[in-house]
């Protein structure tokens, strides 16, 4: 017995993606990442239109409940942003002369206690920075950047789907 499912249309969902900022996609993949313990994905839910963060953690699987399309991406074991990125020029050698006060090594939550303490919110930063790096690769040609999300589309809807695959009313 065949299972029916409604989704969105392509021009509903170029609509959405049109709607939304580079910090609309990447903020909920941030929101759902957990340093090498989780990997944050931003999807869009092919059956009612809506943008959501999810957090999978090493080997598990994301429930086949819904479909949905990836938008971004950020894995367990990626560093989201190194600190010469994240800082300023100044704020950078002030971190550096920090960082060396302490004789330990390393300690995870140096840049946490370092704006904490410098009065920098870390979170609008990080957020800020990974979508200007969003908008920057990824969306840089925007055409592109829709296309490889409208492939993704159709192999969502379509078991059989080959973007290569061209008929000859397409051409």
């Known amino acids: 017995m065949n299972e029916y499912v409604e989704v969105i249309g392509v021009e ?40 959501y963060g999810l957090g999978v953690e090493l080997n598990q699987l994301p429930l086949a409940a819904d479909i949905c399309i990836e938008l971004f991406t950020i894995d367990s074991h990626q560093a989201v942003i190194d600190e010469e990125e994240f800082f300023s020029k100044d704020e950078y050698d002030k ?29 609008e930063r990080t957020v800020g920075i990974l979508a200007y790096n969003f908008e920057k690769n990824e969306q840089a040609n925007y055409n592109m950047w829709e296309s490889a999300i409208l492939n993704k589309y159709y192999d969502a809807i379509y078991e059989d789907h080959n973007p290569f695959q061209f008929s000859q009313s397409s051409l």
């Open 95 to 123: 971190f550096l002369e920090f960082s060396s006060d302490d004789p330990c090594e390393y300690i995870p939550d140096i840049i946490s206690d370092f704006c904490e303490k410098n009065g920098i919110d870390e979170y």
């Open 12 to 51: 509903h969902l170029k609509t959405v993606l049109a709607g939304l900022s580079p910090e609309d996609i990447v903020k909920p993949a941030y929101e759902n990442w957990m340093a090498y313990q989780r990997t944050g994905h931003t999807v869009l839910n092919l059956e009612t239109g809506e943008v």
